[in-house]
C-alpha cells in the first residue's frame, strides 16, 4: 500500500512566522500535490509538482511556495503565516498517468491553527 | 476549465436504506472520474474510479457508481448503508492533459440508527 505521511497532525504557530509543512511518500511517485480544504469549499490545490525541483502552481498559489529536494519529498512553505491561512492541508502523490487516468494517494492531513 | 458540482452538501438516511450522492461535471473532452471518501479525521480514500469502458465502476465497501456521458454525470450509490458509512464523499475529475484532479465541494452522508 502507498503510505503518505505528513509531519504532522495538528500545528498551532502564530500570525508572520515562516512555516513548513513536511510529506513523505514511499511509492516512488513521480506527482505530488498540496491542497488545502475548508468546509463548503471542498479540496483547493495550492502547488503540484510532477519532478524533483519542478513546481507549478495550483488554483490558489499565493502566500504559499513549496520545495521538491528529494523524489520522496515535497514541503509546503507559508512565508509569513496569516490567521486567513487557518486550515487543513493535505498532501497526496500519484503516478504519471495518461491523461490524468491515475489516482492520487492522500496522506492524513494536517491541521494548522495560526494565532 | 473543470467544474464539478456535488448537487448535496448533507443526505441523511437511516441505516440499511438505500443511498445516491449526485455529482455533475462539465467538459468538452473525454475525462477520468474519481470518488472518494474522507472519514472524520483522515486523508481522502479512493473509492472507485472510471476510465473507460462499462459504465457501473464498482467499489470498496459496497459502493458503486454510473458513468452517464450524455448527462455528464457520475452518481454514487449503496443499495444498504450502514453507520460506518458515515462521513465525507468527494467527487474528482481529471484536468485533461495533466495529472492534477479538479475536486466537488463535498456531501456529508449521515446515517442514523
Known amino acids: 500500500d502507498v503510505k503518505v505521511t505528513q509531519s504532522s497532525r495538528y500545528l498551532v504557530k502564530r500570525t508572520g512566522e515562516k512555516v513548513f509543512l513536511e510529506c513523505v511518500q514511499d511509492?516512488?511517485?513521480?506527482?505530488m500535490f498540496w491542497y488545502r480544504q475548508d468546509p463548503g469549499l471542498g479540496l483547493r490545490l495550492i502547488y503540484f509538482?510532477?519532478?524533483?525541483?519542478?513546481?507549478e502552481k495550483g488554483d490558489i498559489p499565493e502566500g504559499y511556495s513549496v520545495s521538491r529536494e528529494k523524489k520522496e519529498r515535497f514541503s509546503l512553505i507559508l512565508e509569513s503565516a496569516s490567521t486567513n491561512q487557518t486550515s487543513m492541508y493535505l498532501c497526496a502523490s500519484s503516478l504519471v498517468g495518461a491523461g490524468g487516468n491515475q489516482p492520487q494517494h492522500f496522506g492524513d492531513g494536517t491541521r494548522l491553527s495560526i494565532l | 476549465a473543470q467544474s464539478v458540482t456535488q448537487l448535496d452538501s448533507q443526505v441523511p438516511v437511516f441505516e440499511e436504506a438505500p443511498v445516491e450522492l449526485r455529482c455533475n461535471y462539465s467538459?468538452?473532452?473525454?475525462?477520468?472520474l474519481f470518488w472518494y471518501v474522507q472519514y472524520p479525521n483522515q486523508g481522502l480514500q479512493l473509492l472507485l474510479k472510471y476510465l473507460s469502458g462499462s459504465t457501473l465502476v464498482k467499489g470498496i465497501n459496497g459502493f458503486e457508481a454510473e458513468f452517464n456521458k450524455s448527462q455528464t454525470s457520475f452518481h454514487l450509490r449503496k443499495p444498504s448503508v450502514h453507520i460506518s458509512d458515515t462521513a465525507e464523499y468527494f467527487c474528482a475529475v481529471s484536468d485533461p492533459g495533466y495529472s492534477t484532479l479538479t475536486f466537488g465541494k463535498g456531501t456529508m452522508l449521515l446515517v442514523s440508527p
Open positions: 511509492m516512488d511517485h513521480e506527482n
Open positions: 467538459s468538452s473532452v473525454s475525462v477520468y
Open positions: 509538482s510532477y519532478d524533483v525541483k519542478m513546481k
